[in-house]
């Protein structure tokens, strides 16, 4: 049985694939359209999936949606009915574009996939969950578990904003649900934008900014923003919020509740002000976590826990959770957001309206690593680079990884595209930039001379599975880069005590442990523990790093650069290569030095870049 879910037309547009519940591909529209959270009907998207299983539209059996557009359309009427006269702007220019194009996406459904198959038997073909019914699925089928409590947070689905699902087998059952406009989500949408980040995509700037400030605000936004009870419910006071009805996130009683305005664009400079509101925010979204992971740990008695929806993507929480050890076990779906939602909505469609049967508690997951995307064959590789005029050696699969760990070694930092793409927001070692983590100078370089972005940045490292327990304070797998824990003791540096009265952004430049540039102002870490089986041309070269330094870490940041998708094809990567400051880039076997090439190339593709 052949299942296509996709996700569209909010962000994040993707779709994956199943063929008798394996998952055989799964992608993001950004990667093909490279615009940066692409909501548009994920065409590239379904091509590929299509290509790789070697199908047409014409054998897909299913197609399922990974919402459903009336109950949405639903929640914004009645939304506006409730808080009128107020919001009568924002309704006035939400609802041309519901009557014109999402009012009516079944249709528009059915027109797409019939380009593909004109005999497209949508009637029957065409399913649609729920929004977090695929969040759900796509967090407890993948999973090892037979059983599991499945844990839903994010900005707002049709009407649910928080849900609990227990999964049982082939089985899933929504059990409690927390509706909008009280989300968790939208609270920390609402901060991201009152320090000055985009909202949805943003949210992580502030999560990365908040270990430089203190959590001075915590008590001010739980007695005034939110009323959490002891079981982690929680609701919002809407007074100081404008996201129901308004076209901002918040309103004038929320800036003179902190006493200052939101800050206005990303350029402005950051204050200690917004680095101790972030910690605010981050303090208050975990004990929001911790309440309800505790309480259902509590209440149901099961021992597993899958979570998935944006705020499934906050890894520091979910480091938390993994250490309050309220669960013996935690598994993020790595495609939390609402990408995941593709493969979510085909799950939903296999076990639960097929009623398929599903086998569990192997000890690993079935996300295959998340390596679902696109790769490429070695000749394919040179013949693309040789167009785009790169000038390259192509070594043996040996010479690849040794090259590669010296050039490690040497400091030099690496474009590195190896495999199939990654499908969720973390590059895992299929499309990541690489280097050396001993360097103190290296999150400084990568930050502004190669992704372009604001130097509070953290990078993660990916370590050795084998090795993470000597090198941080987690003994377990974390091969999504969705756990946050410590450096190990033994390997962090103690601070003079000028050093420790230092503020803000100025903590940046003290290195904290032996590898200062995947450890955090507060000496924490987001880690990618490397699995040989799953990936083993990335977990050869940092095993031969290791040989080479003792060190079985490596930085890993997504290859990419600010405001732009993780790359996808060799072109991609060459562009990346030439337009930013990387010493090399190793695409498949072939093995590129900066200095080798064009300068008149170099610097056409630097003002491009510039002009970008």
Not at 48 to 77: H, N, Q, S
Not at 268 to 284: G, K, N, T
Not at 492 to 516: C, H, W, Y
Request: proline fraction near 5%; hydrophobic fraction near 40%; glycine fraction near 8%.
């Amino acid at each position: 049985m052949r299942i296509l879910g996709i996700s569209a037309f909010y962000h994040d547009s993707a779709a994956a694939l199943l063929v008798d519940g394996v998952i055989v591909a799964a992608a993001q529209e950004e990667r093909f359209t490279r615009k940066k959270h692409d909501p548009a009907f994920p065409k590239n998207a379904i091509e590929y999936c299509l290509e790789e299983a070697g199908i047409t539209m014409a054998d897909v059996d299913y197609v399922a949606f990974y919402d459903k557009p009336f109950l949405k359309f639903e929640r914004l009427l009645e939304t506006y009915l409730a808080f009128a006269p107020r919001g009568f702007l924002s309704f006035k220019t939400a609802i041309p574009v519901w009557m014109k194009e999402k009012l009516f996406q079944k249709d528009f459904l059915r027109k797409e996939f019939k380009k593909y198959d004109p005999d497209f038997d949508w009637m029957n073909k065409l399913l649609f969950a729920e929004h977090h019914q695929s969040h759900a699925a796509s967090a407890f089928y993948p999973s090892p578990f037979e059983e599991a409590i499945v844990l839903t947070m994010d900005g707002v689905g049709e009407w649910a904003t928080t849900s609990v699902a227990i999964g049982r087998g082939n089985k899933l059952e929504m059990v409690k649900e927390i509706h909008f406009p009280h989300s968790l989500g939208l609270l920390y949408s609402a901060f991201t934008y009152y320090t000055g980040f985009r909202v949805n995509s943003g949210e992580y700037k502030v999560m990365g900014l908040a270990p430089y400030g203190q959590p001075k605000y915590k008590d001010l936004i739980m007695d005034h923003l939110i009323d959490v009870k002891e079981d982690g419910s929680f609701r919002l006071d809407m007074s100081y919020f404008n996201y129901a009805t308004g076209l901002t996130m918040t309103n004038q009683k929320f800036a003179d509740l902190f006493g200052k305005p939101v800050r206005g664009r990303e350029g402005e400079e950051l204050e200690q002000f917004h680095m101790d509101i972030a910690a605010s925010v981050q303090a208050v979204t975990e004990e929001v976590v911790l309440r309800l992971t505790r309480s259902l740990a509590k209440e149901y008695g099961i021992k597993n826990l899958c979570m998935a929806g944006g705020v499934a993507l906050n890894c520091v929480a979910n480091g938390k959770v993994l250490r309050d050890q309220a669960f013996e076990n935690v598994w993020v779906q790595p495609a939390a957001g609402d990408a995941g939602g593709a493969l979510g909505a085909a799950m939903t469609a296999h076990y639960h309206h097929k009623g398929e049967p599903r086998v569990a508690d192997t000890g690993k997951d079935f996300m295959r690593g998340s390596y679902l995307g696109p790769d490429y064959e070695q000749a394919d590789i040179e013949k693309r680079l040789t167009e785009a005029g790169a000038v390259f050696e192509v070594l043996s699969d040996e010479g690849t990884i040794a090259a590669t760990a010296d050039a490690m070694a040497a400091e030099r930092a690496i474009g590195w595209m190896q495999g199939r793409m990654e499908f969720g927001p973390r590059a895992l070692g299929g499309r990541s930039i690489i280097a050396d983590p001993r360097s103190p100078k290296m999150q400084k370089t990568l930050n502004l001379k190669v992704k372009y972005r604001e130097s509070f940045r953290p990078f993660a490292p990916s370590v050795l599975r084998e090795d993470v327990a000597q090198w941080f304070d987690l003994d377990g797998d974390s091969p999504y880069m969705l756990m946050v824990a410590d450096v190990h003791k033994d390997k962090q540096k103690e601070m003079t005590p000028q050093q420790e009265a230092l503020f803000g952004i100025e903590k940046l430049n003290v290195p904290r442990s032996d590898i200062p540039a995947v450890t955090h102002v507060d000496y924490s870490a987001r880690i990618q523990t490397i699995h040989e089986d799953t990936n083993p041309r990335f977990y050869g070269v940092v095993k031969a790093f290791k040989e080479r330094t003792g060190c079985p870490v490596s930085v890993n940041t997504s290859f990419n650069v600010r405001g732009e998708p993780i790359v996808n094809t060799p072109e991609d990567a060459f562009r990346c290569f030439m337009g930013t400051e990387l010493d090399n880039l190793v695409v498949g076997n072939c093995f590129l030095k900066k200095e080798d090439q064009d300068e008149k190339l170099k610097l056409d593709y630097k003002n491009a870049f510039e002009l970008d």
